[in-house]
């Protein structure tokens, strides 16, 4: 029999709930107001939380907003780091971090803040299945509950149900979320090749290292890049575009183009894009080196016609700002576009439809795309490249 909860009768865990207005984090923050309850509520871009130089002084920050000091301070952040993956990294820097390991520190360190609700945005929508579940014991040992808004179905196969918010209780889904289906077929992108020779690229205050001695990928159309996180995928697409620098060679090989112009989709929206217009996005990124100058009536029907997404940039700002450089990206004179995480936030029933739309605008455009979701590389690629720490683990079709 399906059972419905008021909020602080549920015991401690991770709830993903199934966002049905674009006012439900107000919502549920007053509900529980009503219940007498104070609520941690994390910025959109989980990374924003994050303040400190250091993933010490990330974990002592708010340790010593409680009063904490001295060696009582110093035993505290110990005995927290070393139930976590960073024990061996406490002098690295945040901002080092992949996406996953930023969501996986902030809630670590948000944890230890006396609320007994946590309500995040779309926070977890990078973050794989192997360190939400870190998440969800990191909750239950602290005797938590997070709240988190999201259109992503984790854990389905273990039998884990998303809810939706009705007055103050929590009723289960009955039907679920919908999963993405195949795709239809589409306009191949034409076939292009990539060759890395001794790529090594690490980070000065960072244990983690890509190291590709050789690889090479030959008449590839849609290149997909997995992991989990902080495997070393983004460090792969920084390198590939130019953005970072690296050892050694790497040359994309595209018919009839050479040197290819390369487009990114970056990750962390939020933070490329927090307080800027559209017109001053564009530019940041142009003056970077990612987008060429646009036509801006172009790019505004580009945006128009982007379905899957028009819902979510009317409810989420920085959802609509991703979408902007993708548009833009579409819009650009390249030869291949990159696209990290790339439906980050929208609805599972709606991924398909955004990518074969992506794919659809691209024409025959090479493609690669980056995610920790290897059900939905599969739906795309002809190619999958899997990384673990760093290195290129296998190569599958």
């Known amino acids: ?48 939380y994050l303040v400190s130089g250091s993933i010490h002084r990330e974990t002592a920050f708010d340790l010593e907003n409680q009063g904490l000091t001295g060696a009582d301070l110093a035993e505290k952040v110990d005995q927290i780091l070393a139930d976590s993956p960073f024990r061996h990294r406490t002098s690295q820097r945040p901002t080092t971090l992949s996406g996953g390991e930023q969501q996986l ?23 794989s299945n192997a360190n939400l579940d870190l998440v969800k014991q990191h909750l239950v040992a602290h005797g938590k509950r ?47 090749q990539i060759d890395l020779d001794g790529i090594e690229k690490g ?14 990928i030959k008449q590839v159309r849609c290149l997909g890049i997995y992991g989990e996180n902080g495997s070393g995928k983004t460090t792969l697409a920084d390198c590939l575009t130019g953005i970072t620098p690296h050892s050694g060679k790497i040359h994309i090989r595209i018919p009839g183009v050479d040197p290819p112009r390369l487009g990114y989709l970056v990750q962390h929206m939020g933070t490329y894009t927090h307080g800027l217009s559209i017109g001053e996005i564009l530019q940041k990124f142009t003056d970077q ?4 100058v646009l036509d801006a009536p172009q790019l505004e029907s580009l945006i128009s016609t982007a379905a899957p997404y028009q819902v979510l940039a009317d409810q989420d700002s920085k959802l609509g700002f991703r979408m902007i450089l993708l548009a833009a990206l579409i819009a650009g004179d390249y030869d291949l576009v990159m696209l990290d995480e790339p439906t980050y936030g929208l609805p599972a029933g709606a991924v398909v439809d955004f990518i074969s739309w992506t794919m659809d605008q691209l024409g025959a455009k090479p493609l690669a795309i980056i995610s920790h979701d290897h059900n939905f590389l599969s739906l795309f690629c002809d190619r999958i490249i899997e990384l673990e720490n760093g290195v290129v683990h296998a190569s599958r079709v």
Not at 16 to 26: A, F, G, K, N, W
């Open 1 to 48: 029999m399906a059972a419905s909860y008021h909020l602080h009768e549920l015991p401690p865990d991770l709830y993903q709930i199934y966002p049905d207005s674009p006012d439900l984090v107000e919502r549920i923050s007053h509900a529980l107001r009503k219940e007498g309850f104070v609520c941690l509520r994390f910025p959109f871009d989980i990374a924003d």
């Open 105 to 127: 520190l902030a809630i670590t360190v948000a944890l230890q803040q006396p609320h007994s609700f946590l309500l995040g945005q779309h926070c977890f929508d990078f973050l």
């Open 146 to 192: 997070m709240l988190e808004i999201t259109y992503r179905s984790s854990n389905a196969d273990q039998g884990k149900t998303s809810w939706r918010l009705s007055g103050n209780q929590l009723i289960p889904l009955s039907e679920g979320i919908p999963e993405p289906v195949r795709p239809a077929e589409q306009a191949l992108p034409v076939p292009w």
């Open 203 to 216: 980070y000065d205050d960072s244990s983690f290292v890509l190291r590709i001695p050789e690889l090479q």
């Open 289 to 292: 080196g990612r987008l060429r």
